[in-house]
């Protein structure tokens, strides 16, 4: 059991209040998930010319001002760090592929949990609303976020364990459910090339929608195929730069509650963690149908 969240504003002055509107969400599914938790935020996107890296430094000790001074003398570009806690992202103008293959070398130790011009990504171990206060959530503004609450069923708890799984630029997505079939889709994307960095089940899924998306499928292609190749129960929640999208399996069994307004698209596992959104007495409150594919573009 596992608690998803998902928020989207409409409206360009709400960007200033996301974090504010997500925390309570996301603590409320703290008894789905009180193992760990995590988030993606799609903020304003960096230049053409840049990406962004979230990077995990965990317990290591790692002097942030010392690796940026090593980044520039080995490698061009131009390239700033922002410290959040155990968390950082460097922004940087060089080929986000030789970033992470020089951080494998010089800082093995440092995690690279997502790659994008928008996303930013964060995610440890321990209870929701402590991991919240931590990274300070509420200070958090953009356009649009997934957050994950996790109690594991099938995997070790370790923040490389906890959601959301990210794979390509700006991809992410969160799973509230269990997948059979893990290690036979593991064996399908391997020989194409494609690494894992877990044993968790839905790194299985992340890696066939982004591997679809490499392919040239749209999300929502990427999702129908899925239909097909992953087995078991789930409710996947998932974002791009551009989008955020949800679908349940064929018998829906993993709750999952939708509220729309003017100014928002919410979602959550239980309506707990949406009570509390502005005006959401008016809002359009639905369950997605199984195996129908539902998604907004901001």
């Not at 970033?99 to 949990?113: D, I, K, R």
């Not at 791009?240 to 679908?247: H, M, N, S, Y």
């Amino acid at each position: 059991m596992c608690g998803i969240v998902g928020l989207l504003v409409k409206k360009p002055h709400l960007r200033e209040q996301l974090g504010l509107l997500m925390v309570p969400m996301l603590t409320g599914m703290t008894e789905r998930g009180p193992d760990s938790a995590g988030l993606a935020v799609y903020t304003t996107p960096v230049s053409d010319l840049q990406h962004k890296l979230s990077l995990y430094r965990g317990a290591h000790a790692v002097n942030w001002s010392q690796l940026l001074a090593q980044l520039s003398n080995d490698v061009s570009g131009e390239h700033q760090v922002l410290v959040n806690g155990n968390h950082a992202v460097l922004t940087s103008t060089a080929n986000p592929d030789d970033l992470v293959e020089w951080l494998g070398v010089q800082v093995p130790l440092v995690a690279v949990l997502s790659i994008g011009q928008s996303i930013d990504l964060y995610k440890d171990v321990g209870a929701p609303a402590e991991i919240a206060e931590r990274y300070r959530f509420k200070n958090l503004r953009g356009s649009h976020l997934v957050g994950h609450t996790r109690m594991a069923t099938e995997s070790a708890v370790t923040p490389a364990h906890a959601h959301p799984f990210t794979a390509g630029r700006d991809f992410c997505l969160v799973h509230n459910g269990s997948l059979s079939n893990p290690h036979l889709v593991r064996k399908k994307l391997e020989p194409l090339g494609i690494e894992f960095e877990t044993d968790n089940d839905t790194e299985a899924a992340c890696r066939f929608f982004e591997w679809r998306l490499r392919e040239g499928d749209d999300l929502k292609a990427a999702v129908q195929r899925g239909f097909s190749e992953l087995d078991g129960f789930f409710t996947f929640l998932m974002g791009t730069d551009q989008e955020l999208l949800i679908v349940r399996d064929a018998f829906a069994c993993k709750p999952a509650i939708v509220a729309e307004s003017d100014d928002y698209v919410a979602i959550a596992s239980e309506f707990r963690s949406l009570a509390h959104l502005p005006d959401i007495a008016h809002a359009s409150l639905f369950e997605p149908k199984p195996e129908e594919i539902y998604s907004w573009r901001i």
